[in-house]
């Protein structure tokens, strides 16, 4: 059974910092791509950051230089380290694990981020 886990979101004030954790089992996890989407209240889930099996990393735009994104493939973890976060950084943020290969795509639930003082 495939679980995607994500932990770490809560209430930041602007210009605070957050780091969020995906958990991932029952999958080979070095071998998927795995990525940071989040969704914001009334809009589209977003691609947020991506990483891929041999680490190589991608971001939106309007994260760069402010998150990173990382995997620890011993422990089955990605994490999305948050800096400068600002009010339009609020959404949930879901964690995927992706590979074209076998054709699986897995999403997590979810964790709430939200910026504000």
């Known amino acids: 059974q495939v679980q995607v886990v994500e932990s770490g979101g809560g209430l930041v004030q602007p210009g605070g910092s957050l780091r969020l954790s995906c958990a991932a089992s029952g999958i080979i996890f070095s071998a998927y791509a795995m990525g940071w989407y989040r969704q914001a209240p009334g809009k589209q889930r977003e691609l947020v950051a991506v990483i891929s099996s041999s680490k190589h990393t991608n971001y939106a735009d309007f994260v760069k230089g402010r998150f990173t994104i990382s995997r620890d493939n011993a422990k089955n973890t990605m994490y999305l380290q948050m800096n400068n976060l600002n009010a339009e950084d609020t959404a949930v943020y879901y964690c995927?694990?992706?590979?074209?290969?076998?054709?699986?795509?897995?999403w997590g639930q979810g964790t709430q981020v939200t910026v504000s003082s």
């Open positions: 995927n694990a992706r590979s074209a290969l076998r054709g699986h795509d897995y």
